[in-house]
């Protein structure tokens, strides 16, 4: 599925109530910090941008933006944004980096665990955590996993 075109149902694949990871270091000097609220800036999803939300973590880890194969039979997903490096395996166990084929262990969305894919992009953390209403409406997404700085702005 690409997301650009799909993204009704992707906000149906989306868990609304994530766990923060514990094996991430927090952020020393985000540039949000935890607790404060942002203005979400990305579209990952319908009712993502121009949504206001609260900061629920930040991390020292880069974000990998993957293109992956559902588990679950589904259309390949492109250019998902995002995983963190504690949610891959790199195939080759020789790191992560743009092309990387990699093992998802995220469970983000519906089909992604034990998914295999490809890394596309790598950027430079912090990744963000943040908890928001989209603004078309619905249910709350608690601790939506992953947003990168340039995507969110000051409240």
């Not at 599925?1 to 993204?7: E, F, G, Q, V």
């Not at 969305?109 to 928001?132: E, L, N, Q, R, W």
Request: glycine share 10%; aromatic share 6%; net charge positive.
């Amino acid at each position: 599925m690409d997301m650009s075109k799909n993204k009704g149902s992707m906000a149906m694949m989306m868990k609304h109530d994530n766990a923060l990871p514990t094996d991430l270091k927090m952020a020393k000097n985000p540039k949000f910090k935890v607790n404060s609220m942002v203005k979400i800036k990305a579209n990952h999803m319908p009712g993502m941008k121009g949504a206001m939300a609260k900061v629920t973590g930040a991390y020292d880890t880069n974000l990998y933006e993957i293109n992956y194969k559902p588990t679950n039979g589904g259309k390949e997903v492109k250019n998902h944004k995002y995983v963190v490096k504690s949610e891959l395996t790199a195939d080759n166990n020789k790191g992560l980096k743009k092309g990387s084929k990699v093992t998802v262990k995220a469970d983000h969305m519906d089909g992604m665990k034990g998914a295999k894919g490809k890394v596309v992009k790598c950027i430079s953390g912090p990744a963000y955590a943040v908890t928001f209403t989209p603004t078309t409406g619905g249910q709350e997404y608690v601790n939506h996993l992953w947003l990168s700085q340039k995507e969110l702005e000051k409240a």
